[in-house]
């Protein structure tokens, strides 16, 4: 159902009768007008739920902040399933049919913490790999010989039909087969610009070989895109036409080609941005010769926090970094965390423009004016128990129209 006729910037209280059952209260509020200039926008943004590895304290806490809107980056549910060893197993086959996925969305959204985030504020929202499968690539599953790709355009068709069933969004999301459109723009007035990514569905197949690979020139290859031109020629269209302040890129994975071993070799992570080199350079380069108004990434997907100034090529000696990113960890996905983990001293040294690094699980809470931008990384130290304390880690502020991470 879309509601129509609502009053701009404001808050309304909403609740659901069918079948003689009355839901409990939400609340939501609409946008502003495209000519407001808000004084403050505040939000948090998660991604990487995975039920049976731990409970939703994070979102408890979330439930508790003063949030405009909530952003979730993906991996909503993940398809697969763990064996007996689940903090809370579920008792479902791995999702492959309609059925399957919309049973998995059904178990998860029985949780009366997600449900009280839910309930708080609205929610702007996007997919990674697992509401489908782990690790595709638009019509190419993670292991291309072990499916025909029709049957996985079927999968697709069925996960994609199943999340738009069940997540917030518009008719104009609609799926048509294997289809959904979820690339969409958002303003608050003139303060921010939310440009909502789809890095999965139309971006082509991963560089051969394993997911952590040497810098190699065909890494470069122009044939190599992750967002689909037609999506990156909107993206640009927005941003070159944005009256906003703040420019957010709200999307799935890892910007920074970080390296991930110590020494002169330079090994990256295919599945992101590091393995789609010259499209990731031409977005970059985009913001910075179009004087993009103040460009920040916000990513999901590896379960771990991360704040990153982002260079062209990477030459921290000669460029100034033409965006920030904030990458933000899981709810729950990688279980029980810790604060910084053996290698971080190593990742710190090797990649000058990772300005931080936690491996512990929660969300991270945004505050947006005229003039700043701060994050707070808010962290849990575990998942597998109930009643996880909270604190805030880390916080860092940028100032506009100088994208360098200041830690607060
Ligand atoms: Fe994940």
Redesign the pocket.
């Known amino acids: 159902m879309e509601v129509e006729g609502l009053e701009p910037d404001r808050w309304y209280w909403y609740r659901f009768m069918a079948g003689g059952e009355v839901s409990p209260m939400g609340r939501t509020r609409t946008l502003p007008t495209a000519g407001a200039q808000p004084e403050r926008l505040r939000f948090a943004f998660a ?4 039920y049976e590895v731990g409970y939703y304290t994070a979102y408890e806490h979330m439930a508790r902040e003063e949030l405009d809107l909530i952003v979730f980056l ?2 909503y549910i ?1 398809e697969k399933t763990d064996g007996s060893d689940a903090v809370r197993p579920h008792g479902l086959p791995e999702a492959l049919t309609l059925d399957d996925y919309r049973r998995r969305y059904a178990v998860y959204k029985t949780d009366s913490s997600l449900q009280a985030a839910h309930s708080m504020a609205p929610w702007l929202v996007t997919w ?3 509401e489908v499968s782990n690790d595709y690539a638009g019509s190419v599953p993670e292991n291309p010989g072990a499916a025909d790709p029709a049957r996985f355009l079927l999968r697709r068709a069925a996960a994609y039909r199943a999340y738009y069933e069940h997540m917030p969004l518009r008719h104009a999301a609609r799926p048509s087969g294997p289809d959904l459109r979820l690339y969409r723009r958002f303003d608050y007035g003139q303060l921010a610009r939310f440009n909502v990514l789809d890095t999965r569905q139309y971006r082509t197949d991963q560089p051969a070989g394993p997911r952590l690979q040497p810098d190699r020139p065909d890494l470069r290859d122009p044939a190599g895109t992750l967002l689909g031109l037609d999506q990156l020629a909107w993206l640009f269209e927005g941003l070159d036409q944005s009256p906003a302040r703040w420019n957010v890129l709200a999307q799935q994975v890892l910007m920074a080609p970080v390296d991930r071993v110590p020494g002169p070799d330079k090994v990256v992570d295919v599945d992101k941005w590091a393995g789609y080199e010259f499209e990731r350079r031409r977005v970059l380069r985009h913001f910075l010769e179009k004087n993009i108004s103040n460009p920040v990434v916000l990513t ?4 771990n926090n991360w704040a990153n100034e982002l260079l062209i090529d990477f030459d921290d000696s000669v460029e100034r970094p033409a965006a920030v990113e904030f990458l933000g960890t ?1 709810i729950t ?2 279980g029980d965390g810790v604060d910084q983990p053996d290698y971080t001293a190593a990742l710190l040294a090797e990649n000058p423009c990772v300005k931080y690094h936690n491996n512990e699980r929660g969300y991270v809470r945004c505050e947006i004016t005229k003039k700043y931008w701060r994050s707070d990384f808010r962290t849990i130290p575990y998942v597998t128990r109930r009643g996880a304390p909270l604190q805030t880690r880390a916080s860092f502020v940028v100032e506009s129209g100088a994208p360098r991470l200041h830690q607060a």
């Open positions: 991604s990487c739920q995975k993906g991996d993940y990674d790999d697992h999901g997907d590896k379960h899981s996905s990688g």
